[in-house]
């Protein structure tokens, strides 16, 4: 990122005082130099690096990781997600225990601005929508929309050419609405016996949830050579979910890294390849689940204010309570970051 400053010129026009050498006799005088050029130039040739540029290499942004890089940029992302678990759900005297299908669409807007050279502020915009692929899935899974907004703050200093380090600071805040089919149906099988006294809860198909997350974490990111990049970061979760007037809270460590390497610094081909990791880690709470992240991407590298490509995930994790934890969740990001 780049901050951009205006700063008035003054010129100063010296009169030639009475005395002063013609221009004929200034040429047998031996030349002067300024003795502050030489330093002034050296530090213009070893100014910090801006941007996600270190020791000539251009890093690569990864979805599950974010770098300790101060940019202006905006980027547009279109997610797409599908997996299948297992698991058993019974609804009145009939058991559903065969594999469930499901799905996610979404999206990803976002803008960051550099400010003060070593600073950074960003919003983000995510909504999604997420449903069972299938009647059964649909029953037992259930479908959810989700619109989240996120902010948040950068601040990184260089540590020579080759190493960057940042604090970053992020809330996310946004309600989800959750449509839980066959938790309303077992509610209304188990509430209506006799059916004269049924009492149907509205609250048990429908429901809307208010999440609040807040994580600071810590970031450092390692040029060794002009192609290849390493990113190591270790944050803290803090979420809280309101519902129906009941609040719930956990607490959990994110360690994460990402490695890209960019064959056009070595080649005529303007590809980088990227690998990232991301471990949630709850140690309080009972509402935050261990979700393990790891994927790579490709990407075109042949602009350097551009980084546009596709990532690919694998996430283990369970989608709800109601299923096992699995491995075969699949999230794609494809979309484009312009940097300024």
């Given at each position: 990122?780049?901050?951009?400053?205006?700063?008035?010129?003054?010129?100063?026009?010296?009169?030639?005082?009475?005395?002063?050498?013609?221009?004929?006799?200034?040429?047998?005088?031996?030349?002067?130099?300024?003795?502050?050029?030489?330093?002034?130039?050296?530090?213009?040739?070893?100014?910090?690096?801006?941007?996600?540029?270190?020791?000539?290499?251009?890093?690569?942004?990864?979805?599950?990781?974010?770098?300790?890089?101060?940019?202006?940029?905006?980027?547009?992302?279109?997610?797409?997600?599908?997996?299948?678990?297992?698991?058993?759900?019974?609804?009145?005297?009939?058991?559903?225990?065969?594999?469930?299908?499901?799905?996610?669409?979404?999206?990803?807007?976002d803008y960051e601005l550099a400010f003060l050279r070593y600073f950074s502020a960003r919003l983000a915009l995510t909504p999604d929508v997420f449903s069972g692929a299938n009647g059964s899935s649909a029953i037992v899974v259930g479908s959810r929309v989700q619109v989240g907004l996120s902010a948040g703050l950068t601040a990184s200093i260089p540590l020579g050419d080759t190493i960057r380090v940042g604090f970053l600071l992020d809330a996310t805040s946004g309600p989800n609405l959750a449509l839980a089919i066959g938790q309303g149906l077992?509610?209304?099988?188990?509430?209506?016996?006799?059916?004269?006294?049924?009492?149907?809860?509205?609250?048990?198909?429908?429901?809307?949830?208010?999440?609040?997350?807040?994580?600071?974490?810590?970031?450092?990111?390692?040029?060794?050579?002009?192609?290849?990049?390493?990113?190591?970061?270790?944050?803290?979760?803090?979420?809280?979910?309101?519902?129906?007037?009941?609040?719930?809270?956990?607490?959990?460590?994110?360690?994460?890294?990402?490695?890209?390497?960019?064959?056009?610094?070595?080649?005529?081909?303007?590809?980088?390849?990227?690998?990232?990791?991301?471990?949630?880690?709850?140690?309080?709470?009972?509402?935050?689940?261990?979700?393990?992240?790891?994927?790579?991407?490709?990407?075109?590298?042949?602009?350097?204010?551009?980084?546009?490509?596709?990532?690919?995930?694998?996430?283990?994790?369970?989608?709800?309570?109601?299923?096992?934890?699995?491995?075969?969740?699949?999230?794609?990001?494809?979309?484009?970051?312009?940097?300024?």
């Amino acid at each position: 990122m780049t901050s951009h400053a205006l700063a008035g010129v003054a010129a100063i026009l010296l009169a030639v005082p009475t005395g002063v050498p013609l221009a004929a006799e200034q040429d047998d005088q031996a030349p002067t130099t300024n003795p502050a050029a030489a330093p002034r130039a050296d530090a213009e040739d070893h100014r910090p690096p801006e941007g996600r540029i270190l020791n000539d290499h251009t890093f690569l942004p990864a979805a599950s990781v974010r770098g300790p890089f101060t940019v202006t940029s905006f980027g547009s992302f279109m997610n797409l997600g599908y997996g299948t678990t297992s698991g058993t759900y019974q609804v009145g005297g009939q058991v559903f225990n065969q594999g469930f299908d499901y799905a996610l669409f979404g999206a990803t807007l976002d803008y960051e601005l550099a400010f003060l050279r070593y600073f950074s502020a960003r919003l983000a915009l995510t909504p999604d929508v997420f449903s069972g692929a299938n009647g059964s899935s649909a029953i037992v899974v259930g479908s959810r929309v989700q619109v989240g907004l996120s902010a948040g703050l950068t601040a990184s200093i260089p540590l020579g050419d080759t190493i960057r380090v940042g604090f970053l600071l992020d809330a996310t805040s946004g309600p989800n609405l959750a449509l839980a089919i066959g938790q309303g149906l077992r509610a209304v099988i188990n509430n209506c016996q006799p059916p004269s006294e049924c009492n149907i809860d509205s609250g048990q198909f429908f429901n809307i949830v208010h999440v609040f997350t807040l994580e600071p974490a810590a970031a450092v990111s390692w040029a060794p050579l002009p192609p290849l990049g390493l990113t190591a970061s270790l944050g803290y979760i803090y979420a809280t979910q309101t519902s129906s007037g009941s609040s719930f809270n956990g607490s959990a460590v994110v360690p994460a890294f990402a490695a890209d390497f960019d064959f056009g610094r070595i080649s005529s081909v303007p590809i980088g390849i990227l690998f990232q990791f991301r471990w949630i880690a709850p140690f309080s709470g009972t509402e935050l689940q261990h979700i393990t992240d790891l994927g790579g991407g490709v990407f075109y590298t042949g602009r350097q204010n551009l980084a546009v490509g596709l990532q690919l995930i694998v996430r283990r994790s369970a989608v709800s309570s109601t299923v096992d934890v699995s491995w075969n969740n699949f999230l794609t990001t494809i979309g484009l970051r312009y940097y300024w």
